[in-house]
C-alpha cells in the first residue's frame, strides 16, 4: 500500500491529529498531528476495535461498526474502520471545545471515499 496522505483531515474544525491503522496487528500504516503518541493510541484503539466486534459477533448482530466515539472532557477521539478495507481503520482525535462532532464524522466519511486504500 503507498503511503496515504492524512493531510486533508487538517480541515476538521478542532483537528488535533489521526492516524491510519491496521486493525489487525495495531501498526500505524499513516499519521499526521502533535501532542500524542499515534503509535501508542494505534496499538490501543486497536484493542477497542477488536473488542467491539467480538462483541457484536457475540450478540449476532450482523452489523458493521461504522464508527465508534470515545468522549473525554477536552476531546474526542473517533475510530472508523474503513468501508472499503475493513482492516484498516482511521483514527481522529478532535478537540471537544472546536469541533463539531456531526460535521466530523460527514468529512470523515467523505475523506474515505476520496482516497484509495486497498
Known amino acids: 500500500m503507498a503511503k496515504i496522505s492524512l493531510e486533508p483531515l487538517r480541515s476538521i474544525d478542532g483537528y488535533v491529529a489521526s492516524a491510519l491503522v491496521d486493525s489487525e496487528s495495531g501498526m500505524l500504516l499513516s499519521g ?31 452489523d458493521t461498526i461504522e464508527d465508534v466515539l470515545i468522549s473525554l472532557t477536552k476531546q474526542y477521539h473517533l475510530l472508523r474502520p474503513l468501508e472499503s478495507n475493513q482492516k484498516l481503520f482511521l483514527y481522529v482525535v478532535l478537540d471537544r471545545v472546536k469541533s463539531n462532532l456531526a460535521m466530523a464524522r460527514h ?3 467523505t475523506f474515505e471515499k476520496s482516497v484509495d486504500f486497498s
Open 32 to 62: 499526521d498531528g502533535t501532542g500524542i503518541s499515534l503509535e501508542l493510541a494505534a496499538a490501543g484503539n486497536t484493542e477497542v476495535i477488536k473488542a467491539k466486534r467480538k462483541v457484536a459477533a457475540a450478540l449476532k448482530l450482523n
Open 107 to 109: 468529512e470523515l466519511r
